[in-house]
């Protein structure tokens, strides 16, 4: 198993620019989120799914969308970036907590500087 | 308020030393409790699980006061290998969405 992959690694954008973090798990996993980790802040929800098809939002939403059409892949996207968008970003996922597993696995994360 | 309350740090403690780290929640909705461990520049991995009844798992043993709201984590016997960022870690709503405290940083020194 990979467990939970993001693409890119790295992201460089200018201020008003768009674009998708990918996110990808083969754990057969029904929930996944995203958080934002900023200096001093601690990690924060941006957006969370428990199911295909289904999300919700957290703590800081304004300014990303998401969506899950499938079980395996939560793309975030920022509509228009902003220097406050400046952060890194993990995706992560876990099972309802019905099985044994009862806890969230977090990708390798996608550092973002907005110029 | 912030809804998951840590000491920041820095804890600097010799190697061999006994550490502890303590964490407040304010949600009694709180429904499950973790210890995550986070490399400088690298994702949060799960430490240890947080069990009212206390629990061990080699040096680290972690407690759970429900009635206090309050969890903490004891390093015995500290490695090199222990220094990192400790996250206290609570789920008031489900395993979708994770409460971090800002973290406590542990530095283990020869």
């Known amino acids: 198993n990979a467990g939970v992959t993001q693409t890119p690694k790295f992201q460089v954008l200018k201020t008003g620019q768009s674009m998708t973090l990918q996110c990808a798990q083969d754990?057969?996993?029904?929930?996944m989120s995203w958080y934002r980790q900023d200096p001093g802040m601690g990690l924060r929800l941006i957006h969370y799914s428990v199911g295909a098809g289904i999300t919700d939002q957290g703590e800081v939403p304004n300014g990303y969308n998401v969506s899950r059409s499938t079980t395996e892949d939560f793309p975030l996207r920022l509509l228009s970036a902003a220097p406050s968008q400046t952060s890194v970003y993990f995706c992560a996922s876990s099972d309802s907590g019905r099985g044994d597993e009862e806890t969230q696995y977090f990708g390798p994360g996608t550092r973002l500087l907005v110029l | 308020r912030k809804e998951v309350e840590q000491d920041p740090g820095p804890f600097n403690v010799p190697e061999g030393a006994t550490v502890a780290f303590n964490c407040t929640y304010s949600n009694s909705a709180s429904q499950s409790f973790f210890w995550y461990r986070q490399d400088c520049r690298k994702e949060p991995k799960l430490l240890m699980s947080?069990?009212?009844s206390g629990n061990e798992d080699g040096r680290f043993t972690a407690q759970l006061n429900r009635a206090s709201q309050y969890i903490s984590l004891l390093i015995r016997d500290s490695k090199l290998s222990d220094s990192a960022t400790y996250l206290c870690v609570v789920t008031p709503l489900g395993l979708y969405a994770l409460n971090f405290g800002k973290g406590t940083s542990l530095l283990v020194t020869p």
């Open positions: 754990m057969n996993h029904e929930y």
């Open positions: 947080v069990y009212s």
